[in-house]
């Protein structure tokens, strides 16, 4: 292999910014098939339509949402039903976690998906996500143990070319790639696959790749932990009506955030906007405005609300409640009068 030289500082940030994104991204999407389940197909899997409601409610790209899919699938996250994708209760648990051991559940599940879910044969388009692995798919697992390796055994910092890469991993494995109709595309597919988890970068591999290649399951979470800073449990509340989230939320601030704000972006930061409309759904689930103002106050940075986040929280309490919709068992429809009120009166 012909290596250069990335530095080791370098390959670690963009291995954290690449990490921090697959933790956000998996979270988005469970959040979202949890807000709206995501309908499978008659013949199995996610197809193209719903996978694009998904990418633009979670603002991912349809790219990113099948690999997220796959891995929290197979990470017991997800299940697949008959007629939708849910998730399942182990969500809850995930969520709770610190971003770094969040990253660690999914990274110990990636190597053995047999599927390359980022792959397409040449001139045929995509197949559904979460369908069971097409013949070039079920080599997958081995060819990504075998890129595991490749990287790995560059120095820190050190990087080959992605195309000398895959040559490199389909001739340590040439009894696999003789037995594949595109091996090189493969392999191509599987090392965007360890980039968008922070396991490689430019060629180069990190020390998560390192740690999960060498099966060294205490270097891999203590190299996630240098990688990921502990999740917020504050956020920055500004008199323009939103609210700032610099890292990961924390489950239980943006549980609160998600019931009384619109999320309006995933990032680096995250923000949500404070709305009648969305203050008014959190009094309808049942809270009390006095008790949403004391459990925002908590999760504020300096421990106090802008003014105009107060009023409006007040003005919305104040009027609600004064018009109720619900539900009706039956309706009668007539066209007399006398008689209605009749039936209206009897017992």
Known sequence: LRMAGLGAGGVGRQAGGAASAAVRGVGAVLNGCSGQPVATLKSGGVGTRELRRLAKATRESDRDIRLWLEL?????????????????????????????????????????????????????????????????????????????????????????????????????????????????????????????????????????????????????????????????????????????VTGAPAAALGAVLDLAAHREGRGAASTWRFSPSSVRAALDSGVPAGELLDTLRSLAVRGTLPQPLEYLISDVARRHGSVRVRDVGCCLHGQDPALLAEIAHCR
Do not use: K, M
């Not at 399942?88 to 648990?93: F, G, P």
């Not at 594949?180 to 922070?198: N, P, Q, V, Y």
């Not at 060498?214 to 500004?238: I, M, N, Y």
């Open 72 to 244: 929290a699938h197979a990470a017991g996250l997800l299940a697949v039903g008959e007629t939708a994708v849910t998730p399942t209760a182990a969500y809850d648990r995930w969520l709770a976690l610190e971003p770094a051991d969040r990253l660690v559940a999914l990274l110990a599940e990636w190597q053995p998906i047999p599927s390359a879910v980022l792959y397409a044969a040449p001139g045929r388009p995509p197949a559904p996500a979460l369908t069971a692995p097409a013949t070039d798919g079920v080599l997958a697992a081995d060819l990504r143990r075998g890129l595991l390796s490749a990287v790995s055994a560059l120095p820190p910092g050190g990087a080959a070319p992605p195309v000398q890469l895959g040559v490199w991993v389909c001739w340590d494995r040439w009894l696999l790639a003789t037995n594949l109709t595109d091996a090189a595309g493969l392999a191509a597919a599987l090392l965007i696959e360890a980039e968008l988890l922070g396991l490689a970068y430019g060629g180069a591999g990190t020390e998560l790749a390192r740690a999960l290649a060498g099966g060294d399951r205490p270097r891999l979470v203590a190299a996630a932990h240098r990688l990921l800073p502990p999740a917020e449990s504050t956020a920055h509340f500004q008199a323009d009506l939103t609210a700032v």
